[in-house]
């Protein structure tokens, strides 16, 4: 039994969240709760499942489905997260949660941070 | 300019979240706020900063100060997150947070699962 | 273009790699280049998918793929990989990569390091 | 004993490799074991130890300490890894290992790529 657990442990995994993700989500306008949400959006992601519903995320998470269902829509509008329609080999349509409005949300907050440093060093440099 | 960011972002890193903690971390009674806060714990200690104070962890959570050190007062009280009281060379005493507790915690919901679903599998081949 | 590749970047991710696994490799008998051939197995099995090829690791390293197949072969043999036959809903038989035997031999190295540093600390208090 | 190897594992931690790194390492000219070298020094790097020593590498690899000298001078040499000179409060100089070099290398790599990409689209289109 000793050492099952941390198989199963090792077998599970770990998602890796950036720094500047921890640094900046609430520069960027997020809450703990949201953080969470779209970082068990990217768990899901990477294991293949890329259209989690309320109802899954609702298990992992202290929210009920509905409230789930609301964060993902109101996460949606305000550009966190996109969903990408997609054609399978039967050309049946499928959508797909992407994480792409978040990282770029992101990059731009870092590059104007950098921007706003450049021009305090020249104008002390003046 | 272009990669600079992108260079800021590997030097700064990243978190390494396993996934059994994102799965049951309400199982284990925390909220996503307080999920975070260890995760911000957790990416100070890794740091080499081993004791956070509440103002640095408002910086970058949605908190005050005031309810990030009842926040971490109650992780210590309900068993979560430990101070642990060293001295330096100079003999001068100094406290570092410990995420063991959660570790242990998260370790023994996963074993009693498992030994619930041995019991199980023996109870369906009787 | 700018922010393209970070994004990119983003979405392809990264693996978590246990500092237990990289302090001890050495001393469970692995090389540097089967410690990597292992943490790709680990990114493929990740993504879904549980058998890579020797073709596919090859594109990935600086082996030809019939290097590559006698490396897993050997990782195998040895006791850091093993090879699990299933059968999906077709009843066609498949085979599965896992890295469950890497894991246990970690962990019975560590164990036995603490083992022994138990037997010392006993020793000194004698 | 039973969790103590878990918490010693949780508490030690893991590093974040990149899978851009994964595939790509190769065609940036490393060898897996100057990429589980670079993996070291990061590692270190995150420890706080910004300058790890041929002996403490040769400890965690297969080469004896002259090897690791060599190779760390070399992956500095064909610019994977800097050495940045500093000084501390007392004025006294230290250097510091910086995977900068590498992150660069790597931009680079991933640009051209697209860049080729996006050539082939528009020849297509024509």
Redesign the interface.
Known sequence: ????????????????????L??HY?KIGL???E???L??VQ?FI???DHFPTPELLSV???KNPDDCAKMLGSLCKRGYLSLEKDWDEQGIMYEDY???PL??KL??I??KQ?MEKEVEIEAEEE
């Open positions: 039994m000793e050492h099952n657990i941390l198989v199963k442990w090792m077998k599970l995994g770990s998602i890796s969240v950036p720094k500047m921890m640094e609430t809450t703990e709760t953080l969470v949400a970082l068990h768990a990477e294991q293949g992992r998470m202290t992407s994480l792409e990282w770029i990059f731009q870092i590059k950098e």
